[in-house]
């Protein structure tokens, strides 16, 4: 079983599309493991600030695979695939790592370049998996976080319950 990493983010209706979102996750995946959400204004477009997160979970499925079932439930929740890059976003699923994958996989590139450009990726993959390493450049998340500058990119810690308890803890 693979250890996938994704991130989750929502700018519409957000606490409901998150709850929903990981709801899908857990009845489709099983256990999950959740970062604290975190809110953050838009990033590349003028829009309402994103609740954003990251979430791993074991699976057995290829990528391609995985990525097919992660947009089914991002279309379930409204999501139209091919809309503007920078826009708002019901639900966001992307995969982070797949394991220790590099390179492009079913058409999906590993790891995700979000993870070292954009705060609301690295800040709570780092607070989940403080200890592991980036599979391309094999620094740890806590390390990366500590060593890069976002340019002025603003995110907050808020508190959030999932039906499982709080994820803020």
Do not use: C
Not at 124 to 136: I, V
């Amino acid at each position: 079983m693979a250890e996938v990493f994704l991130s989750l983010g929502s700018n519409i209706d957000r606490q409901h599309n998150i709850h929903s979102g990981l709801n899908a996750l857990a009845e489709r995946f099983g256990e999950l493991r959740l970062s604290p959400v975190y809110e953050s204004e838009a990033v590349g477009f003028k829009g309402s600030p994103f609740f954003n997160l990251v979430v791993a979970l074991h699976t057995a499925l290829p990528v391609g695979e995985l990525a097919r079932a992660l947009h089914d439930i991002e279309r379930g929740h409204g999501r139209v695939r091919g809309e503007k890059k920078f826009a708002s976003r019901t639900l966001d699923i992307d995969i982070l790592t797949y394991d220790d994958a590099v390179g492009e996989v079913d058409g999906v590139k590993l790891p995700r370049g979000e993870i070292l450009k954009h705060a609301f990726v690295l800040r709570p993959l780092a607070d989940l998996a403080p200890e592991t390493r980036h599979p391309e450049n094999g620094r740890r998340y806590r390390e990366l976080l500590a060593e890069t500058d976002f340019k002025g990119q603003r995110l907050w810690q808020v508190p959030f319950r999932w039906p499982d308890g709080d994820i803020t803890e």
